[in-house]
């Protein structure tokens, strides 16, 4: 007869006493909340100007053969001519662009939304300065790409290629989290966020919605998590800050966490624990950075 391990965390896992991390999407559909002692960057009503590039629709077998990642996707044979025809990203991307919609289109009648390019600026004061990590909550269908200031953050489901290319696949609905360090001079005064969206085969546009957040302390952004549970072993797993080194305690009661592992720095980390009671409750507690369960 095999015995049952218990595992109880101690607290919750929280940075700097705030809110889990990722929000889920709200219940009325509105965008999610930052993280609570972070500093707003752009939020949902942030101006957005937006180029649009156009193609002829698809029809609804090539939407199909496109979805599936196939020759539309890769850009392999003729398929690729039913996406139109090729036009370059604006000639200051990913800084500036020529158009000046304040948000993407629906498409036209016979026609798509094959990309679209936008930019959003940003100022950052005194008060702002020594932020360390950056959250990017973005809402969007279906394939992205983000940078900032020049520099690429973020690249989600959009190959490489001409303004035409499909997404790789549909994205669903829900807010999607990107934790981003801040590296040396990848913030200025003045900042410029600039993102590329496309649809997949299955749509005829695209949608985004962004907010950009930043917090100058490091810490868990998931988990703690039991990854794997065995007679007498388990796994914890956790994911950290880029460059944050992990601790995990553990023992038979939440006052006798007498033994303790530390991973060295990274973003994911995995506890091992062997030799756990085989009839009993197992006590633990992770912290990292500036997160640790109480």
Not at 214 to 236: C, H, K, Q, S, Y
Request: proline share 6%; charged share 20%.
């Amino acid at each position: 007869m095999f015995g049952r391990i218990v595992l109880v965390l101690i607290g919750t896992a929280s940075l700097a006493a705030a809110e889990p991390d990722e929000p889920a999407e709200t219940s009325d559909g509105s965008a999610p909340l930052v993280a609570t002692g972070a500093t707003t960057l752009l939020d949902v009503s942030a101006k957005w100007r937006w180029e649009i590039v156009t193609a002829p629709r698809l029809a609804p077998q090539i939407g199909a053969v496109a979805i599936s990642g196939l020759d539309a996707v890769a850009g392999r044979g003729k398929t690729i001519d039913v996406l139109g025809e090729a036009v370059a990203a604006p000639a200051a991307w990913p800084y500036d662009v020529r158009g000046d919609a304040k948000a993407i289109p629906v498409a036209a009648e016979g026609e798509r939304v094959a990309a679209a390019f936008g930019i959003a600026t940003f100022e950052l004061g005194d008060k702002q300065q020594g932020l360390e990590v950056l959250e990017l909550k973005l809402k969007y269908e279906d394939g992205v790409a983000v940078w900032l200031n020049g520099v690429e953050i973020v690249r989600q489901g959009l190959p490489r290629g001409p303004s035409t290319t499909l997404a790789a696949r549909p994205h669903g609905p829900e807010w999607e989290t990107f934790f981003v360090a801040v590296a040396p001079g990848l913030l200025r005064a003045s900042n410029t966020l600039a993102i590329e969206v496309h649809p997949s085969g299955r749509r005829d546009a695209p949608k985004m919605s962004a907010i950009l957040a930043g917090r100058r302390d490091r810490g868990i952004v998931r988990g703690p998590i039991v990854a794997a549970l065995e007679t007498t072993t388990a796994t914890i797993a956790v994911e950290t800050d880029i460059g944050v080194d992990a601790t995990i305690e553990w023992g038979h009661a939440a006052d006798a966490l007498t033994q303790k592992k530390t991973t060295a720095p990274g973003k994911r980390h995995r506890f091992e624990l062997g030799g756990l009671p085989p009839n009993g409750d197992v006590f633990y507690r992770v912290s990292a950075g500036v997160s640790r369960s109480q």
